[in-house]
């Protein structure tokens, strides 16, 4: 009964400490629960609320000109992994970047990711039409001015690592980070003259923590241990890092892009 009524203490004193700890986020990972689909929104406001162009440029984001260039694949260090640790689709991430710039009013962008699938989609409406005698002429596409390009040419694990802990009475708390860095190339091409108009690198950093606690006691002379041990690690999304930078990026090409006279702001009312 005594060791049933000790180990209820300990147990008491661990989750008493240990909760101002753990639900730093408001949640415990005990009793965290599977969260609804949320809509994704751009994570940089000067990007979104930032003023539309007087004249809006015609940009076109191909596949696989904006890719993973680092073949990095994502570290354990108990075995290996042959997931890659950057999303294999970061021109999907440009593209949202471009078409939310001040809220759409900046550029335009045009389809190329899925370009086959669109001229067979086209090509399907004109042999309709035709079978059924109706005019089989289509709006002709957009063409680009500009492209965009680039890619992901960097991704370092660990750069830096580091922690801190303390333990009194059989009481520990510790605490880990480490850090990750990912970089960004992005090109403004003209498509007239090939020219690279613009270029930028971005750097991001990706940061995770971990924290811990234990305690342990003795009991029966030090004949036997109990022991309670509990932690949660909080890492940064690669993805959401790879979207903070790509945004970064589209910022300040369009701010250069200004400097340069490649476009106007829009006037404002």
Same mark, same amino acid.
């Given at each position: 009964m005594e060791h049933k009524q000790l180990f209820s203490c300990l147990l008491v004193i661990f989750?008493?400490?240990g909760c101002a700890v753990l639900s730093e986020n408001n949640d415990l990972v005990l009793t965290k629960k599977i969260q609804p689909?949320? @809509?994704?929104e751009i994570q940089s406001d000067e990007l979104f609320d930032m003023p539309g162009a007087k004249q809006q440029p015609v940009v076109a984001v191909y596949p696989n000109s904006f890719k993973d260039l680092t073949g990095q694949r994502r570290s354990n260090s108990s075995f290996a992994l042959f997931s890659t640790a950057i999303t294999q689709a970061p021109e999907a991430i440009l @593209?949202?970047?471009l078409k939310h710039t001040a809220d759409g009013k900046f550029f335009k962008v045009v389809e190329r990711v899925g370009l086959d699938d669109l001229t067979k989609e086209r090509q399907l409406i004109r042999t309709t039409r035709?079978?059924?005698e109706q005019d089989a002429k289509l709006q002709p596409l957009l063409f680009a001015g500009l492209m965009f390009q680039g890619g992901v040419i960097s991704y370092e694990a660990n750069i830096q690592s580091g922690g801190l802990g303390a333990r009194y009475l059989g009481i520990g708390n510790s605490k880990q980070?480490?850090?990750d860095t990912v970089?960004?190339?992005l090109r403004l091409v003209s498509v007239s003259t090939g020219e690279v108009l613009i270029e930028t690198s971005v750097s991001k950093s990706i940061l995770s923590t971990s924290v811990s606690q234990d305690v342990f006691r003795f009991i029966e002379a030090g004949t036997e241990l109990v022991e309670i041990e509990g932690g949660v690690a909080e890492n940064e999304s690669i993805a959401i890092a790879l979207t903070k930078a790509v945004e970064t990026g589209?910022?300040?090409i369009i701010k250069i892009g200004i400097e340069r006279g490649y476009w106007e702001y829009e006037e404002s009312n």
């Open positions: 989750l008493s400490s689909s949320t @809509i994704l @593209i949202r970047a035709k079978e059924f980070y480490r850090e970089i960004i190339s589209v910022l300040n």
